[in-house]
């Protein structure tokens, strides 16, 4: 009799991420990592000073299951006044262990084993994963490298991968990990199919503030009829350089929040109590931090792209977040994975070949992904060792 396999077939596609195997790759060969999407620098001192006065005051027990009253507030005020969006700080805002658990909630609050659940891919890779624990089953909507440079899908296969089991559509925008930013054409047919389809939307938008050349980041639900279905996700890891902290967030409608919540109580119950009075604060810094922020990023995405395009590869600028993509086959290889295996070796950096957020690996066998949001001094370190690649 073979014996069981200890691991439930549900998680048995998940093995060690490929952001494991790359960084200790990176730590083997002293290469620079590009590969993890984390800044090498720390956020606002004014943020983080309110973390170590919290753990200095005795803010270290459990903070309340849906989040410290002052954090509350503050997502309700920062949603007004970017996003022009409105929630009740007592009912509709829940504080989560990062997006990460934001996500894994709601697809175990709403999924059942025989529901469906429509993304786009490439993916991050934790939402497979979320959706697979929730015993539901995944159809992904291909995003493609447009003449210009950017990512676009197709609404018919978008309206194809909907069917009577589609339970919910989960959204990123600005999106890991191709930088594209969802038009408002574009979100309007996905409102439009919600609507038609009765579907929650779940949406991920970590990268909210991370948004380039004067583009626009517009939630889905601030589309007619949306508010009352989606679940709105985001997080201060990405906006405040704070990724270790994991304090995220969801604002929805009282009865969504309420669900989430009933699952969100058995993962973590609570987490980062000091450090949520100091993500209150962030969210309420000046204009000129968010925008000093996006222009920041802006320029560190196109000196990386630059870069890489002078070393030869082709370069896929992204419109917002921390990642640029390269097509590898301007190398004489279409094989991404087997090129970011070699790299290290070959020119002493690291990148994640983007193969591994694809169901349709064809899709993106060709491409890999650096990360930016790193010194200069680094990125152009980077730079000059791919030049090795030339030889
Ligand atoms: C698209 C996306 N969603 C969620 C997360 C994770 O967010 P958090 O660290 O708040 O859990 C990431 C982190 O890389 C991400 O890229």
Redesign the pocket.
Known sequence: MTPRPLLTPRLAEFGETIFAEMSALALRTESINLGQ?FPDTDGPAEVSDVAIAAISGGYNQYPPLIGVPELRHAIVEHQRRFWGLDFNPDREVLVT?????A?AAAMLAFCDPGDEVVTFEPY?D?YAASIAMSGATRRVVTLRPGDDGLYHFEIDELRAAITPATRLLLL?SP??PTGKVFRRDELQQIADLCLEHDLIAVT?E??EHLVFDGGEHIPLASFPGMADRTVQIS????TFSF?GW???WVCARPELVTAIRTAKQFLTFVNAGPFQPAIAVGLRLGDDFFEGLSAELQAKRDRLACGLRDVGFDVYSPEG?YFVTADVRSFDTDDGRAFCLALPERAGVVAVPSVVFYDNKHEGSHLIRFAFPKQDSLLDAAVERLQRLKA
């Open positions: 999407g262990a990062g997006a990460t658990e996500i991050y934790s990123n999106h890991n991920d970590v990268y997080s201060g890891g990405k990724t994991k304090v995220g977040t």
